[in-house]
């Protein structure tokens, strides 16, 4: 057996994760075999791992393993710990803060077939025969030029943010007709978004998104 210090471990076992060929997902051997393969003390190769783990290096699982990276995410249990935490307002001012600019990168990066989808999806919108169906077509609008700024962790923080607006949105009181009127406010600013961004126009798109979701604040402070 090799030399079995602490540090001593901690190096075969970095020497280890450098040359390894994991499968996917970084997952490592068994403790035992992974004590075994580098010929160290099971308790000198726990504590190294520790250390690792501490550094962001690995991740430990219960039931599951130790994996390579950091920790990912629980998407699900903090999505439901940040709607605990905050309400529609705070929702409305983290979109006015965060998708103007995803509307600028879709100005900068949007293909020429997801400007003919976001137009599609804003005609969709001012057609639908009830709101749900608006909903859902406003929705899909507004993803669609995430998926058109060509940035993929972009899209995931506004999927995060979109799945927490679902889950605390208030709701609605309609005294209005069963689909939204021909005058709706959203129709003529989800035009300005949408020819912005067909334009090429950085500026022009942020600016049209960040008075469109204004006007939804407002309109939603007036429902109150």
């Known amino acids: 057996m090799i030399e079995n210090t602490d540090s001593a471990v901690?190096?075969?076992?970095?020497?280890?994760?450098?040359?390894?060929?994991?499968?996917?997902?970084?997952?490592?051997?068994?403790e035992?075999?992974?004590?075994?393969?580098?010929?160290?003390?099971?308790?000198?190769?726990?504590?190294?791992?520790?250390?690792?783990q501490a550094e962001g290096v690995?991740?430990?699982?219960?039931?599951?393993?130790?994996?390579?990276?950091?920790?990912?995410?629980?998407?699900?249990?903090d999505i439901n710990a940040m709607v605990q935490r905050t309400n529609p307002l705070e929702v409305m001012g983290a979109r006015i803060a965060f998708e103007p600019e995803v509307a600028r990168c879709a100005a900068l990066n949007a293909t020429p077939s997801q400007i003919t989808?976001?137009?599609?999806?804003?005609?969709?919108?001012?057609?639908?025969?009830?709101?749900?169906?608006?909903?859902?077509?406003?929705?899909?609008?507004?993803?669609l030029i995430g998926e058109s700024s060509?940035?993929?962790?972009?899209?995931?923080?506004?999927?995060?943010?979109?799945a927490v607006r679902r889950a605390v949105t208030w709701g609605r009181l309609r005294d209005t007709p069963v689909r939204p009127p021909p005058d709706h406010h959203s129709f003529e600013e989800h035009a300005r978004i949408v020819e912005a961004i067909a334009n090429r126009d950085?500026?022009?798109?942020?600016?049209?998104?960040r008075r469109h979701l204004r006007s939804v604040e407002g309109h939603m402070r007036d429902m109150r």
């Open 117 to 143: 989808e976001l137009r599609s999806a804003m005609m969709k919108a001012q057609q639908a025969p009830t709101w749900r169906l608006y909903e859902q077509w406003d929705n899909r609008l507004h993803r």
């Open 202 to 209: 950085g500026a022009g798109a942020a600016d049209a998104m």
């Open 58 to 77: 690995v991740w430990r699982h219960v039931g599951k393993g130790t994996f390579t990276g950091e920790r990912p995410i629980d998407t699900v249990a």
């Open 10 to 30: 901690l190096s075969r076992l970095r020497d280890f994760l450098a040359t390894a060929q994991l499968p996917d997902g970084g997952r490592l051997p068994p």
């Open 32 to 52: 035992r075999d992974l004590a075994e393969a580098l010929d160290v003390g099971r308790g000198a190769l726990r504590k190294a791992l520790a250390t690792l």
């Open 150 to 162: 060509q940035n993929s962790l972009l899209l995931g923080l506004l999927d995060t943010l979109n």
